[in-house]
């Protein structure tokens, strides 16, 4: 699983460094988008070798501008949409195209669930950064307790009013050369403002990375201290980083980069395994936690999930779900098994290899 998850790390950060590029399009479009993939992905990495307090600092502030900028435009994309000081956009969007509401059924509600779970990749971050946390007792509970209000605040507030403002028959490829909210600012005639939304994005395309080569660092760190990588990757540098694990994952995330610019075919393979990788990395987690909770008596947790065990084998289902239906879509999702189910059969190949050898040098039967 940390293999995978490393995996799938590095190829997200790549495509993060490349949409991070084409942000700096909006201001300079005549400077290639490699260019700044390339420096925003060895600046990430200088940040993230040097210390975890520089790693802390930057998403601190990268935090920072994006709560602000969306609680903005959340302010102003209401009162557009109620047309306070302005001609009401109103809710027609949604319900008056061809269609009405949901115009593609169950089916389309589905499929965009889909879509959208990708974004909500990295909340186990919480868990990974709990090591080197001060006080985890107290801190980890607290962050996943105000999870659920800010991703309902953040993500269904913003989306709603992203699709009230921009038509379904009008989203598809052509908006990735444009972040939709800086369409909803343009919208509302303020050129200026968009200006600033694209900055936003671009910091959070950052954070994204920031956040990702943090999580691909620790990943090989902690296969090295087990055995499953080189030792020299388990090494920790004076300031408490592990240095040389953060610059192997440096060096795949650029050759993810390149792939994702020079050749969006096979980068789409790798993407393949990211995607399947990420499921089949919650759904370790749930099977762990599992296991867990039926080796620890309750009373001995500080921290005890509710309604367990029906939350964890409702997520597992569900996950399952979204798995066997991306396996039986042949437009685009299949990739992530045509590729993942063999890479995870290799993975699995060659960790039995690795114990044997390990039981042999042992001196085990």
Not at 342 to 363: E, H, K, M, T
């Amino acid at each position: 699983m940390r293999y995978t998850y490393w995996f799938a790390q590095v190829i997200a950060i790549g495509g993060e460094a490349v949409a991070a590029g084409t942000y700096m399009g909006f201001w300079l479009p005549n400077v290639p988008v490699w260019i700044w993939a390339l420096a925003f992905a060895i600046g990430i990495v200088f940040v993230n070798s040097r210390s975890v307090k520089n790693f802390g600092t930057f998403e601190y502030w990268f935090a920072t501008i994006k709560v602000s900028a969306i609680i903005l435009f959340i302010v102003m994309g209401g009162a557009a949409i109620f047309g306070m000081g302005q001609p009401a956009v109103g809710f027609h969007n949604l319900t008056g195209l061809p269609g009405g509401f949901a115009p593609h059924g169950l089916k389309g509600i589905w499929m965009g669930v889909i879509m959208g779970i990708f974004s909500f990749t990295g909340i186990e971050l919480i868990a990974v950064t709990s090591a080197e946390t001060p006080d985890p007792r107290s801190a980890i509970p607290a962050a996943l307790r105000s999870m659920a209000l800010r991703l309902g605040l953040f993500y269904l507030l913003a989306l709603t009013i992203v699709v009230s403002f921009i038509p379904w028959t009008q989203t598809g490829a052509k908006i990735v050369e444009q972040s939709p909210f800086v369409r909803v600012f343009a919208h509302t005639g303020l050129p200026y403002a968009a200006g600033v939304m694209n900055f936003v994005v671009l910091t959070a395309a950052l954070s994204s990375m920031n956040a990702n080569t943090y999580l691909a660092g620790r990943m090989l760190f902690s296969l090295s201290r087990s055995g499953y990588a080189a030792k020299r990757l388990g090494r920790l540098s004076a300031a408490g980083a592990p240095t040389a694990a953060i610059l192997v994952s440096g060096v795949a995330i650029l050759a993810a980069a390149t792939l994702s610019k020079l050749t969006p075919l096979a980068y789409n393979d790798l993407f393949g395994v990211a995607t399947f990788g990420a499921i089949f990395t919650w759904m370790t987690i749930l099977v762990s936690h599992l296991a867990f909770r039926r080796r620890h008596a309750p009373e001995t947790l500080p921290v005890r999930m509710p309604f367990f065990p029906v939350l964890q084998l409702a997520g597992l289902a569900l996950l399952a779900g979204v798995l066997i239906t991306m396996g039986l879509d042949t437009e685009f999702w299949n990739i992530s098994w045509i590729v993942g189910a063999p890479w995870l059969a290799l993975l699995s190949a060659a960790y039995f290899v690795f114990v044997r050898r390990r039981v042999r040098a042992d001196g085990y039967a």
